[in-house]
């Protein structure tokens, strides 16, 4: 079992920043993309940002030069840095990883964590 768990969201005001952790934990041998996706109220879950194992990153045109995407593989972490927050980034934050099992490649997720940010 592969478990991901997202932490560092919070009550932020706009103009803030915040960094988001999200660390995999169980039996597994590689991970290959991580990225983070958002749910925010009245919109369909969107990618913020993935990360590849080869350091290849992409990003949501709305958040392009405000965050950046980052990755520990000693410590199986994918971090997203956000700055200069606007009140649209408010929502919950999923991490989601490609996990390699043995029962094969396996998508994982999160159970998010909630940004706020305030004006």
């Known amino acids: 079992q592969v478990q991901l768990v997202e932490s560092g969201g919070g009550l932020v005001q706009v103009g803030g920043s915040l960094r988001l952790s999200c660390a995999a934990s169980g039996s597994f041998f590689d991970i290959d993309t991580m990225a983070w996706y958002r749910q925010t109220p009245g919109k369909q879950r969107e990618l913020v940002a993935n990360?590849?194992?080869?350091?290849?990153?992409n990003f949501a045109d709305s958040v392009k030069g405000r965050f950046t995407i980052s990755r520990d593989n000693a410590k199986n972490t994918v971090y997203l840095q956000m700055n200069s927050l606007e009140s649209e980034d408010t929502g919950v934050y999923y991490c989601?990883?490609?996990?390699?099992?043995?029962?094969?490649?396996?998508?994982?997720w999160g159970h998010g964590t909630q940004v706020t940010v305030s004006s």
């Open positions: 989601t990883a490609g996990v390699w099992t043995d029962y094969g490649r396996v998508n994982y």
């Open positions: 990360i590849s194992n080869t350091w290849s990153t």
